[in-house]
T-cell receptor
Framework: GAGVSQSPSNKVTEKGKDVELRCDPISGHTALYWYRQSLGQGLEFLIYFQGNSAPDKSGLPSDRFSAERTGGSVSTLTIQRTQQEDSAVYLC???????????FGNGTRLTVT | GEDVEQSLFLSVREGDSSVINCTYTDSSSTYLYWYKQEPGAGLQLLTYIFSNMDMKQDQRLTVLLNKKDKHLSLRIADTQTGDSAIYFCAESMTAGNKLTFGGGTRVLVKP
């Protein structure tokens, strides 16, 4: 597609449930990033995929968070046993071989009730 | 560690110039970026500058970099109401590598 696509755009879930957030990067972009944007925390880096290399998971806040990237393209961010503090906008970005600026999707707004 | 700081808010009259400032601490920062975020939208890349440059101009946008003081600014000429948004400064050590963002500056353009 023309840009980074994320789905769903909004997700409301009950505390304790698992959620999956999806990201479709720009075609041909080998680098993919997840960020979280929450009030009072700004933009936090979560995880980074580059080609076939092991992902950089250094930003994941807890072991309830995981992400995978299948076939070097689509990525899924999974949050298990959601907590209210997980409520935020989750932004995905991609770049060309990790050597060009990041292009962001519109994000998924997650609300944990 | 890395830290990027911006002022929280800027109010400007339509037609005037806006200047948004950013400071960073990591002297090994190689690329510095400006992103714009409108309500309900993701981050839109506005412009970026490599650390060996001190200025970059792109239409109404001018980026100034003072590497010695680790200070970055974004000047928007002839500010329009459509420029009202949150502007984020970000830095990385390599292009496309994970970015460290400032907290964002909310710009309000008054008619």
């Amino acid at each position: 597609g023309a840009g980074v696509s994320q789905s769903p755009s909004n997700k409301v879930t009950e505390k304790g449930k698992d959620v999956e957030l999806r990201c479709d990067p720009i075609s041909g972009h080998t680098a993919l990033y997840w960020y979280r944007q929450s009030l009072g925390q700004g933009l936090e880096f979560l995880i980074y995929f580059q080609g076939n290399s092991a992902p950089d998971k250094s930003g994941l806040p807890s072991d309830r968070f995981s992400a995978e990237r299948t076939g070097g393209s689509v990525s899924t961010l999974t949050i298990q046993r959601t907590q209210q503090e997980d409520s935020a906008v989750y932004l995905c970005a991609s770049s060309l071989r990790g050597q060009s600026p990041l292009h962001f999707g519109n994000g998924t707004r997650l609300t944990v009730t | 560690g890395e830290d990027v700081e911006q002022s929280l808010f800027l109010s400007v009259r339509e037609g005037d110039s806006s200047v948004i400032n950013c400071t960073y601490t990591d002297s090994s920062s190689t690329y510095l970026y400006w992103y714009k975020q409108e309500p309900g939208a993701g981050l839109q890349l506005l412009t970026y500058i490599f650390s060996n440059m001190d200025m970059k101009q792109d239409q109404r946008l001018t980026v100034l970099l003072n590497k010695k003081d680790k200070h970055l600014s974004l000047r928007i000429a002839d500010t329009q109401t459509g420029d009202s948004a949150i502007y984020f400064c970000a830095e990385s050590m390599t292009a496309g590598n994970k970015l460290t963002f400032g907290g964002g500056t909310r710009v309000l353009v008054k008619p």
